[in-house]
């Protein structure tokens, strides 16, 4: 999560959001509005319900911060309020998670429905009850439907949409709206029924873990390593099908289905048998998991499953040749349209080094020694080199025309260490240009101390990418260059240049 100098506007169709419930689901969705900008109110008569906000959305900022490095809109104002009555009466969108039981909700929903707003979108969170069994309380029920999220549900972006039979489908279409405006993915589920998709297919593999386990097949940590050293990495990039298409070879999905489609007849599954959950099971399942959480916390452990979310998220951002695939795609393109947002940022101050990246040190740059591995203090500098780049005109187009800038030499200097979630800033001297050459010196500092744990100095050639060869910058460049290295030229020479010796002859401005 970065904010840089420059500054976002509002981006989302709703600006205020009420919880209603907020346990493990609804401090998640309280996180994913509070961090898309949208001000959310809470009711939940919890004695430590605000404690326990609290501790999902420190979890929550952690991630993001983690997670991306673009600038998000300034975070929304959370308000808990005495009465739901009070938390309702101006949201756009009201969330209900309070828990699972039919009654319950029916006289909760009945509650919002006759105090928020006449156009109030209202979602229920529900696992799994039927949206127009959840509308007979209501006297507007067009406007409610079920939005079912994933735990947790500031960083897993699909929402569940169902509609009852009273479900206007314009509330459907603003919902979908809502959702994507906020980096969510709203899948729309053609007809209800009961768990919807997702819970249905978790519920055939929890019926069938259960009787493992019961059975003394194996214990729960044999299970979930099952899971999350094979299936489980599949599915997180390519769901069931498309999997399965690949795994029936060049023949592809029909010939999937002609090999292994019998086997569904076979002993290979309990079918729809459900175990007896009685105190033996249970107890016998909650001690394995005790031996296998092995002491951490469930905050430790959410803290664990966020940053491996993180990873998972970025590298599919970076799936399909940089285009981003599934998930990663769905971030990449938030991001995009966060950037896009971003209020020009005010002038740069010339007369300085340029402070040009904002960052933090994410769980995937740390190696094995605990800090940020080596490459990735280069990764910095060169997204470094990219805005300085973008700067002096050097943007995309411009390279699409066919010109660009090459480094062709670096000298990195490691200083100190990154630490995992530190924030990271760069700067820019300019040491000499002229109009072939750049010749720059970064710094690179970590925390809000700004310790300097590395400095890098680069070569940089002007180049003509058809012809494969150095070329002349042209005036438009040389005229945003000139500026700031005229500047940096009555700066000291920072300490640590010279790893670089000049070849010829550079002049501080050509
Ligand atoms: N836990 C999970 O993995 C998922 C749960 N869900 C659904 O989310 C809903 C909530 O589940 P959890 O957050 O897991 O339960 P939870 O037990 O963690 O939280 C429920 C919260 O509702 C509050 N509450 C109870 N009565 C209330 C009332 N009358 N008004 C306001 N707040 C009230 C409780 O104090 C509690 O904080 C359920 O419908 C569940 O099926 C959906 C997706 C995943
Ligand atoms: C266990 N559960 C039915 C509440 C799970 C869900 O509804 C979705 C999830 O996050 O797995």
Same mark, same amino acid.
């Given at each position: 999560m970065t904010h840089t100098t420059a500054s976002t506007t509002a981006f989302a169709p709703i600006t205020r959001a009420a919880c209603i419930g907020g346990g493990v689901i609804g401090g998640g969705w309280i996180a994913r509005f509070l961090l898309a900008g949208i001000d959310v109110k809470v009711f939940d008569p919890h004695p430590d319900a605000q404690r326990i906000v609290g501790e999902v959305l420190a979890n929550a900022e952690r991630a993001y911060g983690l997670l991306t490095s673009v600038p998000l809109p300034p975070r929304g104002r959370l308000t808990f309020c005495a009465t739901l009555e009070e938390a309702v009466r101006d949201a756009e969108w009201v969330q209900e998670s309070v828990p699972e039981r039919l009654d319950l909700k029916q006289r909760v929903l009945g509650e919002i429905d006759a105090t928020c707003p006449a156009q109030a979108l209202i979602g229920s969170s529900t696992s799994g009850l039927l949206p127009s069994e959840l509308q007979?309380? =209501? &006297?507007?029920?067009?406007?409610l439907f079920v939005a079912h999220p994933y735990n947790p549900v500031y960083l897993l972006p699909l929402v569940e949409i169902v509609g009852g039979r009273a479900t206007a489908p314009a509330t459907i279409a603003r919902a979908k709206a809502v959702l994507d405006a906020i980096g969510m993915k709203g899948v729309v589920i053609a007809r209800e029924i009961e768990a919807f998709v997702g819970d249905r297919l978790l519920e055939a593999l929890w019926r069938e873990a259960l009787w493992l386990i019961k059975d003394d097949i194996c214990d729960v940590e044999t299970l979930d390593d099952v899971i999350r050293y094979s299936f489980g990495l599949r599915w997180a990039q390519m769901g069931l099908f498309q999997t399965y298409r690949i795994a029936g #070879?060049?023949?592809?999905m029909r010939h999937f289905l002609a090999q292994? #489609?019998?086997?569904?007849?076979?002993?290979w599954t309990k079918l729809?048998?459900?175990?007896?959950?009685?105190d033996a099971l249970v107890e016998k399942i909650g001690a394995q998991s005790d031996e296998q959480a092995a002491g951490l916390s469930i905050r430790e452990l959410e803290r664990i499953r966020d940053e491996n979310l993180v990873g998972i998220l970025q590298a599919l951002k970076t799936g399909h040749g940089d285009r981003g695939w599934g998930a990663g795609k769905l971030l990449g393109d938030f991001e995009a349209r966060l950037a896009a947002q971003v209020a020009p940022a005010p002038?740069?101050?010339?007369?300085?080094p340029l402070e040009l990246v904002e960052t933090r040190v994410s769980?995937?740059?740390?190696d094995y020694n605990g800090?940020? &591995?080596?490459h990735r203090y280069l990764q910095v500098f060169g997204d470094t080199t990219d805005a300085l780049l973008r700067l002096i005109g050097v943007d995309i187009a411009y390279v699409q025309a066919g010109h660009s800038y090459y480094t062709v030499e670096t000298h990195l200097r490691h200083l100190d260490e990154g630490k995992l979630g530190e924030e990271l800033r760069s700067t820019c001297q300019i040491i000499a240009v002229d109009d072939k050459r750049l010749h720059v010196f970064y710094r690179l500092f970590a925390g809000p101390e700004r310790r300097e744990i590395a400095t890098a100095e680069q070569m940089m050639l002007h180049v003509d990418t058809k012809a494969g060869r150095a070329s002349p910058s042209p005036e438009p460049v040389m005229a945003r260059l000139r500026p700031i290295a005229l500047a940096h030229?009555? =700066?000291?020479?920072?300490?640590?240049? #010279? #790893?670089i010796p000049a070849r010829r002859k550079e002049t501080a401005a050509a």
């Amino acid at each position: 999560m970065t904010h840089t100098t420059a500054s976002t506007t509002a981006f989302a169709p709703i600006t205020r959001a009420a919880c209603i419930g907020g346990g493990v689901i609804g401090g998640g969705w309280i996180a994913r509005f509070l961090l898309a900008g949208i001000d959310v109110k809470v009711f939940d008569p919890h004695p430590d319900a605000q404690r326990i906000v609290g501790e999902v959305l420190a979890n929550a900022e952690r991630a993001y911060g983690l997670l991306t490095s673009v600038p998000l809109p300034p975070r929304g104002r959370l308000t808990f309020c005495a009465t739901l009555e009070e938390a309702v009466r101006d949201a756009e969108w009201v969330q209900e998670s309070v828990p699972e039981r039919l009654d319950l909700k029916q006289r909760v929903l009945g509650e919002i429905d006759a105090t928020c707003p006449a156009q109030a979108l209202i979602g229920s969170s529900t696992s799994g009850l039927l949206p127009s069994e959840l509308q007979t309380t =209501l &006297t507007h029920p067009e406007r409610l439907f079920v939005a079912h999220p994933y735990n947790p549900v500031y960083l897993l972006p699909l929402v569940e949409i169902v509609g009852g039979r009273a479900t206007a489908p314009a509330t459907i279409a603003r919902a979908k709206a809502v959702l994507d405006a906020i980096g969510m993915k709203g899948v729309v589920i053609a007809r209800e029924i009961e768990a919807f998709v997702g819970d249905r297919l978790l519920e055939a593999l929890w019926r069938e873990a259960l009787w493992l386990i019961k059975d003394d097949i194996c214990d729960v940590e044999t299970l979930d390593d099952v899971i999350r050293y094979s299936f489980g990495l599949r599915w997180a990039q390519m769901g069931l099908f498309q999997t399965y298409r690949i795994a029936g #070879g060049e023949a592809g999905m029909r010939h999937f289905l002609a090999q292994f #489609g019998p086997c569904l007849q076979w002993p290979w599954t309990k079918l729809t048998d459900v175990v007896d959950l009685d105190d033996a099971l249970v107890e016998k399942i909650g001690a394995q998991s005790d031996e296998q959480a092995a002491g951490l916390s469930i905050r430790e452990l959410e803290r664990i499953r966020d940053e491996n979310l993180v990873g998972i998220l970025q590298a599919l951002k970076t799936g399909h040749g940089d285009r981003g695939w599934g998930a990663g795609k769905l971030l990449g393109d938030f991001e995009a349209r966060l950037a896009a947002q971003v209020a020009p940022a005010p002038a740069l101050d010339i007369t300085a080094p340029l402070e040009l990246v904002e960052t933090r040190v994410s769980p995937a740059w740390v190696d094995y020694n605990g800090h940020m &591995t080596e490459h990735r203090y280069l990764q910095v500098f060169g997204d470094t080199t990219d805005a300085l780049l973008r700067l002096i005109g050097v943007d995309i187009a411009y390279v699409q025309a066919g010109h660009s800038y090459y480094t062709v030499e670096t000298h990195l200097r490691h200083l100190d260490e990154g630490k995992l979630g530190e924030e990271l800033r760069s700067t820019c001297q300019i040491i000499a240009v002229d109009d072939k050459r750049l010749h720059v010196f970064y710094r690179l500092f970590a925390g809000p101390e700004r310790r300097e744990i590395a400095t890098a100095e680069q070569m940089m050639l002007h180049v003509d990418t058809k012809a494969g060869r150095a070329s002349p910058s042209p005036e438009p460049v040389m005229a945003r260059l000139r500026p700031i290295a005229l500047a940096h030229a009555r =700066l000291e020479p920072p300490a640590g240049a #010279g #790893g670089i010796p000049a070849r010829r002859k550079e002049t501080a401005a050509a």
